[in-house]
C-alpha cells in the first residue's frame, strides 16, 4: 500500500514510524514532513497540513491507498471530507465531528446535552458581559479560547486581574485571531489529570494506554503552557476501576452523542480527563492522536497500527485486534530556548538512531541546504524533539529517558528536568 501523512511535528513522526512496521506499506508520502522523516520509503512534499484541496489533488495524483490526516487545523478546515470526495479512503474525523475539538462551545454543550461529566461553564460572545462574569464568578477560574490556538489558548486563572487579562488577550488583543471571538469560561477542576487516546469507528471504542501530559514550561509545573514538555505512560493514577467508570460515563456516551448528533466520529478520539473528589470529569476533548501523548503511548501498542486505523475508517474496530505492553514509557522534549515564546532558528541538530528501548522523534528540524543534504540538519521550531524510553517500570523508563534526552544535540536546547516525578510520588 502507498499511504499519505499529513503533519510534520513528533507526532507524525510517531505515526511514521509505526506505520513503516506493516510489511504491506510500500511508500509513505508525508505532506510536508521535516527532514528527519525521510528515508528509502518516504517522501516528502513540500504542501502544508491547511492547504487541504492541494493534498487531496496530490493524494489522487500518486494513487494513494489511504490516508492519515494528523493535525487539528486540517480536520477542522474538512481534509477528510476532501479526500473521500476525491475517492482516497482517510483515517479521521470529518469537519462536522471534528467540532469537538474546533469549537469548545460545541464540545461543552454536547456534554451538558448528554449529561455527560465536566465542569460548570458559561459561554461567552460579547466581551463585557464575560469580563462582568469574571468580576463576580468564584475563583480560581479557566478562561478558553472556543477555537483552535495551538493548545495554547487556555489560561487557569488564580486572581481576577489574571482572568480579565486572559479575556482582554483573546477577545480584544485577538492573539488567537477569530478562535476567541467566543469564549468558554468554567469552574476550575481539581485532581489529578489523565490522558486517554482512543480509537473509534463511531460506535466501538478502544483505548489506548492512558499517559500524563507536562504542559508547562518549566520544572515544578511552573511558567507558560506550552504544546507539552513530556509525557509519562501509563499513568499511575488512572486505575482499573476509573477505566471501567470513564468508558461507562464518557468514552461510550461521547460517541453515542456523536452519533445522535449526526457526526459520528471515526479516528482518534483523545479525552483529556481530571480526577475529582466527585469522579472522572471531561476537561477537554480532541479530534486527534495527542502531541506528545503519541510519541509515549505508541511505543506500547504491541498490536500493528495500520490495520486499526482501517478499521475506524471502515467501521470494523469491534473485530480488530489493539494490544498494548504492559512496561511503561517516559518521553522528554528538547526545546529551542525561549519557547513557547521568541526563540532561534537554525542551530545545527543531531541526534542518535533508536536503540534498544529507545526510540527519538524529531519535530523542529529542516536541511541546512535543501540542495546539499550533506549539510545536515537545522533546528526550525521551538519543540525540537524528544526521546521516548521503555522500562519495566515507570522509574525505569524516566531514569532511562534523562540518561539520553542529552544525546539530541543542537544550541541553546534546554529541557525540563522532572518529566514523570509527580505520577513517582503518586506512585
Known amino acids: 500500500m502507498d499511504l499519505l501523512l499529513v503533519g510534520s511535528g513528533g507526532r507524525e513522526h510517531a505515526l511514521l514510524k509505526a506505520l513503516l512496521k506493516s510489511p504491506e506499506v510500500n511508500k509513505v508520502y508525508v505532506l510536508p ?5 525521510e528515508g528509502p520509503r518516504v517522501k516528502l512534499a513540500p504542501i502544508q497540513p491547511t492547504q487541504i484541496t492541494e493534498i487531496a489533488d496530490y493524494a489522487v495524483l500518486h494513487q494513494v491507498d489511504f490516508a492519515v490526516v ?39 454543550e454536547l456534554m451538558k446535552k448528554y449529561a455527560i461529566p465536566t465542569a460548570d461553564f458559561r459561554i461567552f460572545s460579547d466581551r463585557r458581559e464575560a469580563a462582568a462574569y469574571l468580576r463576580e464568578c468564584p475563583l480560581p477560574v479557566v478562561v478558553k479560547a472556543d477555537g ?16 480579565l487579562h486572559a479575556l482582554k488577550d483573546l477577545m480584544e488583543v485577538r492573539k488567537f485571531g477569530a478562535s476567541g471571538d467566543r469564549v468558554v469560561i468554567e469552574e476550575c477542576l481539581e485532581g489529578p489529570e489523565v490522558s486517554v487516546l482512543c480509537f473509534t469507528d463511531g460506535k466501538t471504542v478502544r483505548p489506548m494506554v492512558s ?10 509545573d511552573k511558567g507558560p503552557n506550552t504544546g507539552g514538555m513530556g509525557v509519562i505512560a501509563p499513568n499511575p493514577f488512572y486505575t482499573p476501576e476509573i477505566a471501567r467508570e470513564c ?19 471515526r479516528g482518534c478520539l483523545y479525552f483529556g480527563l481530571m480526577l475529582t473528589k466527585d ?27 495500520l490495520p486499526v486505523l482501517l478499521a475506524c475508517r471502515n467501521g470494523t474496530l469491534a473485530e480488530t485486534e489493539t494490544r498494548f505492553s504492559s512496561r511503561y514509557a517516559c518521553t522528554v522534549v528538547q526545546a529551542s530556548q525561549g519557547y513557547p515564546g521568541a526563540y532561534a532558528k ?18 523542529g528540524v529542516a536541511r541546512a541546504d535543501k540542495k546539499d543534504p550533506k549539510k545536515g540538519l537545522v533546528t526550525s521550531g521551538g519543540r525540537v524533539a524528544c526521546v521516548t524510553a521503555l522500562g519495566d517500570t515507570l522509574r525505569e523508563a524516566v531514569e532511562s529517558a534523562y540518561a539520553h534526552v542529552d544525546e539530541i544535540r543542537f544550541e541553546n536546547a534546554y529541557h525540563r528536568g522532572d518529566i514523570g516525578q509527580r505520577a513517582l510520588k503518586g506512585e
Not at 494528523?70 to 478546515?77: M, R, T
Not at 483552535?148 to 489560561?155: C, P, Q, R, S
Not at 476537561?283 to 506500547?300: K, M
Open 33 to 37: 514532513g521535516n527532514a528527519a522523516m
Open 70 to 108: 494528523a493535525p487539528d487545523d486540517p480536520l477542522a478546515l474538512g481534509a477528510v471530507n476532501e479526500l473521500e470526495a476525491s475517492g482516497i479512503p482517510a483515517f479521521g474525523p470529518t469537519q462536522a465531528a471534528a467540532r469537538i475539538e474546533s469549537s469548545k462551545a460545541f464540545a461543552k
Open 148 to 163: 483552535l490556538a495551538l493548545g495554547k489558548g487556555v489560561t487557569v486563572a488564580a486572581t481576577r486581574e489574571e482572568a
Open 211 to 220: 499517559s500524563m501530559d507536562h504542559k508547562r514550561a518549566l520544572d515544578g
Open 247 to 265: 468508558m461507562e460515563t464518557i468514552f461510550l456516551p461521547t460517541v453515542r452523542a456523536m452519533e445522535q448528533e449526526g457526526c459520528p466520529f
Open 279 to 305: 469522579g472522572p470529569k471531561v476537561i477537554e476533548y480532541n479530534s486527534r492522536f495527542g502531541d506528545p501523548e503519541t510519541q509515549a503511548v505508541l511505543p506500547l501498542m504491541e498490536s500493528p497500527l
Open 346 to 363: 537554525g542551530a545545527a541538530f543531531t541526534m542518535p538512531r533508536d536503540g534498544k528501548d529507545l526510540v527519538y522523534y524529531a519535530a
